[in-house]
């Protein structure tokens, strides 16, 4: 039997060693971390993983360990197998950096996303939070995409005139690949 891949996702309390102790327990476990970011949402953490796990390790088990470490006891953790057949996928190379931020309003992110779609643009991270300013919730949006060269620069004029539009300040950088 082989290793297989699944997507670890972890969303607990955050506090101060919550990566340390899951990251731990997989080493332990002899589970190889792949991408994997984490990110505090609210009071929460959110840890996400694609990892490699040994075929002697059910999904089940590696779920019931975690919870048994200290604070996980009410953590939501799953752990799925990846099911995705071979296949093209969007361009996963980060081209630009860009960020919005302005009054925070309903659609704002459906409203940024979709420019992208118009230009064969992959968003390959996203990052919002809402920030309290002198009494205004300013909604800061950061976005890692990948846009073809020939489009780049239409696609940014297309996301700053839509951005204008909801009120947003557009600030973009070319990424050193």
């Known amino acids: 039997m082989s290793d297989y891949k699944a997507l670890l996702s972890v969303f607990s309390k955050d506090r101060v060693g ?8 997989l080493f332990d476990k002899g589970i190889n971390l792949g991408d ?12 996400t993983s694609v990892i490699d796990i040994p075929a002697d390790v059910p999904e089940s088990e590696l779920i019931e360990e975690l919870r048994t470490l200290e604070g996980m006891q009410d953590a ?23 960020r919005c931020e302005g009054p925070d ?3 704002v992110l459906a409203r940024l996303s979709e420019v992208f779609i118009d230009f064969d643009a992959n968003i390959v991270r996203l990052k919002s939070d809402q920030i309290d300013r002198e009494g205004q919730t300013i909604f ?18 297309a996301l700053d005139n839509t951005a204008s539009a909801l009120g947003q300040t557009l600030t973009a950088e070319r990424s050193e690949i």
């Open 18 to 25: 919550l990566i340390s102790l899951v990251t731990g327990h």
């Open 36 to 47: 994997t970011s984490f990110a505090v949402l609210g009071k929460g953490g959110e840890f």
């Open 76 to 98: 939501d953790i799953d752990v799925r197998r990846f099911a995705f057949n071979g296949g093209d996928t969007p361009p996963t190379d980060i081209t630009h950096h860009i």
């Open 105 to 107: 309003q309903p659609g």
């Open 140 to 157: 800061v949006t950061r976005f890692s995409v990948y846009i073809p060269a020939t489009r780049a620069d239409n696609c940014l004029a």
